[in-house]
């Protein structure tokens, strides 16, 4: 089987609200959306942003669609840029949980929920570059 994350599918009570937070945060356009959901296509995958009923109907789940123990990172090519993104994100709609600083393990990242408290790491690692089509390859 492939290495391969096809769809990341995050609930969202308000997808208006999201859409805005996605858009005018981080720039990103839906490359499709209706009444219940938008996807973005991303560099590999695609993020999909879902009404929270309907993704719990498309799941035969009930009320288990809520923000969990994981965070979604967006890597940027230099140290300087963590901040201003963060800064960014809060301005659409985010709520700013950690301001960018350098953690015990190198780098530079803080983080960021989105309007429906989905956690977003931004992050810089000089191991980790970033090509041009926005794929980051894990180095050492």
Do not use: C, K
């Not at 945060?25 to 309907?54: C, D, H, K, R």
């Not at 800064?87 to 989105?114: C, E, K, M, T, W």
């Not at 191991?127 to 980051?136: E, K, L, N, Q, T």
């Amino acid at each position: 089987m492939q290495n391969q994350i096809s769809v990341i599918t995050l609930g969202v009570v308000d997808l208006e609200r999201s859409r805005r937070f996605y858009t005018q945060g981080f720039g990103w356009q839906p490359v499709f959306e209706n009444a219940e959901i938008a996807f973005y296509q991303m560099n590999g995958f695609v993020l999909g942003t879902f009404q929270q009923a309907s993704l719990e109907a498309d799941m035969n789940r009930s009320g288990l669609v809520r923000p969990g123990a994981f965070s979604l990172a967006h890597n940027v090519p230099t140290q300087e840029q963590v901040q201003i993104v963060l800064d960014q994100l809060a301005s659409a709609g985010g709520r700013i949980l950690r301001n960018g600083d350098a953690p015990p393990h190198g780098g530079f990242r803080g983080y960021v929920a989105d309007p429906d408290d989905h956690a977003w790491e931004i992050a810089w690692n000089p191991s980790w570059p970033i090509d041009a089509d926005g794929h980051v390859t894990f180095g050492l």
